[in-house]
């Protein structure tokens, strides 16, 4: 494969400014908040500065946010972010998200975090990725477990819902250096 950014049926692409629409919408989606630990919406004037902070050195702004496209029709159908980068200890947490009920299980997830893991572990260096995943979450977690993520701990009552409490996973990755 000559793009390292690049499956047979996913693009992962820099954010560019007629992306906004697309974020406002998947940003200001309740019912993704859970996952994202968002509890306030996002305007698009904060989205178009978040693009543009993206053009920074990712080590500066310890935040990589890239699109995934599907190859076939070029369309967007999700992003996957890498946040907290941490250039002393060589790690970073990641998150995945496959917008449409329509666009989940075609493998655009999967697909997209074996390049993220790829990139990070080959170009950025990274020594680890690790990723938090609330308990009821069971399609992230088996996600991530198909690529070698194990889970590491489990933060009691650590997100809160309208029905209650949820205990958290924490997973993560090693560098296996033979990537």
Not at 120 to 136: A, R, T
């Amino acid at each position: 494969m000559s793009n390292l950014l690049e499956s047979d049926i996913v693009r992962l692409r820099a954010l560019e400014p007629d992306d906004v629409d697309i974020l406002y919408k998947w940003e200001n989606d309740t019912n993704i908040w859970k996952v994202s630990n968002t509890v306030a919406p996002f305007s698009r004037h904060i989205l178009r500065q978040f693009i543009d902070g993206q053009k920074y050195d990712i080590f500066e702004t310890r935040q990589l946010r890239l699109m995934i496209e599907e190859k076939a029709e070029g369309r967007p159908v999700g992003c996957i972010d890498l946040f907290d980068i941490d250039p002393y200890n060589r790690r970073a947490g990641v998150g995945v998200l496959i917008y449409d009920k329509k666009d989940k299980c075609q493998g655009y997830a999967s697909s997209a975090l074996q390049i993220i893991i790829r990139y990070s572990f080959m170009i950025l260096n990274l020594n680890q990725l690790y990723c938090n995943i609330l308990f009821d979450n069971t399609q992230s977690i088996n996600l991530f477990r198909s690529k070698g993520f194990l889970t590491v701990g489990v933060k009691r009552e650590w997100g809160r819902t309208t029905s209650g409490w949820l205990d958290e996973y924490l997973m993560q990755l090693l560098n296996p250096k033979k990537i």
